[in-house]
Nanobody, 121 residues
Framework: QVQLVESGGGLVQPGKSLRLSCAAS????????MGWYRQAPGKERELVAR???????????SYADSVKGRFTISRDNANNTLYLQMNSLNPEDTAVYYC???????????WGQGTQVTVSS
């Protein structure tokens, strides 16, 4: 089992920034893929950003078109933590954000409990 604990959500005005954190209960070097999804009310869950092989220095990352240039995904191997830096937030970014990971040799996704991000003036 892998425990993922998210933090950093909240209420923010349009144009402002937030940073989400996701602390994993295992070493990131044991994780094949890790990233963030979000789900807004009445909408399907959407992949926001992900990292492949986060244990490597030169890991690969990808982003949804809607967040490219505004969001940055990163990780801290020493603390087994994944981050999502969100800049220039707009009301369309309002959603519950979920951290997930997939371990090497497994097809199962592990999920965090979700953290609410609300962008409103």
């Amino acid at each position: 089992q892998v425990q993922l604990v998210e933090s950093g959500g909240g209420l923010v005005q349009p144009g402002k920034s937030l940073r989400l954190s996701c602390a994993a209960s295992i070493s990131i070097s044991n994780i094949y893929g890790m990233g963030w999804y979000r789900q807004a009310p009445g909408k399907e869950r959407e992949l926001v950003a992900r990292i492949t092989n986060p244990g490597l220095t030169n890991y690969a990352s990808s982003y949804a078109d809607s967040v490219k240039g505004r969001f940055t995904i990163s990780r801290d191997n020493a603390n087994n933590t994944l981050y999502l830096q969100m800049n220039s937030l707009n009301p369309e970014d309002t959603a519950v954000y979920y951290c997930y990971c997939v371990r090497f040799g497994s097809i199962a996704n592990y999920w965090g409990q979700g953290t609410q991000v609300t962008v409103s003036s």
